[in-house]
């Protein structure tokens, strides 16, 4: 008999595992606890849960946050996050409910701002500069964590190039009602010996690095044309001008004489008017009517 309850026990157990091996956890997409988001983007965020008899229950909670618009049915449950503000970001829970068990999945999630908008300063290079600076605008967070900077030269780092340390202002533009308030960012670098000839161009580089998200702009400071370069361009442009003055003089005299011409074409000179009177006499003398009176 005690083999007999051991095995309803052992029977009963079972079947308690089996129900509870058939109920998942939550399945939430994307997986990653950390989600980030561009700001004015939009993201989905997916919750499920997988349950026996059909009765699950899932719903997406907010702490403390702006939840966003969501949507649930049976066992699923969808976040959406419409034009991202900086006040979206927070902690969203999704809990689900399945046979008087009940799961949670955690997800946090980061707003960011990271245009491709650096600036550089000087704008080209010149021999003996002794520092330079690379501004990224409107961008957000500025934890040096989440926002880097990096000075190349040849798709690797200037060796010997001294960062200062970024700046961190905010940007100028004063927000206006519920707009978000975003930074501008510097960083400088006390400058290496470069040799001669100098590098083609130095890069600024900016990277944003967040949970599951790397992004990366770039700005050239090219270095400046040594004079040289310069003077063959400006003697071929006084070489032009003074090309062009020279032969408006012939020009012009050419022209007046191709006037005088034509005019005299025109009106031709009293001798030659004259010829015609002068054939007409000859002609009036070879008839023997000169000097002939009517009677």
Known sequence: ???GLALLLAGLLGLLLGQSLQVKPLQVEPPEPVVAVALGASRQLTCRLA????GASVQWRGLDTSLGAVQSDTGRSVLTVRNASLSAAGTRVCVGSCGG?????????????????????????????????CT????????????????????????????LGPEVQEEEEEPQGDEDVLFR???????????????????CQATMRLPGL?????????????????????????SAVLGLLLLALPTYHLWKRCRHLAEDDTHPPASLRLLPQVSAWAGLRGTGQVGISPS
């Open 214 to 238: 790397e992004l990366s702009h770039r700005q050239a400071i090219p270095a400046s044309k040594p004079a040289g370069d310069q003077l063959p361009t400006a003697l071929w442009t006084s």
């Open 1 to 3: 008999m005690d083999f």
């Open 136 to 163: 990224a605008h409107k961008v957000t967070p500025v934890d040096p964590n989440a926002l880097s900077f990096s000075l190349l030269v040849g798709g690797q780092e200037l060796e010997g190039a001294q960062a």
């Open 185 to 203: 960012v510097t960083e400088r670098w006390r400058l290496p010996p470069l040799g001669t000839p100098v590098p083609p161009a130095l890069y």
């Open 51 to 54: 349950c026996a008899d059909r």
């Open 101 to 133: 068990r009940t799961f949670q999945h955690t997800v946090q999630l980061l707003v960011y701002a990271f245009p491709d908008q650096l600036t550089v300063s000087p704008a080209a290079l010149v021999p003996g500069d002794p520092a330079v600076a």
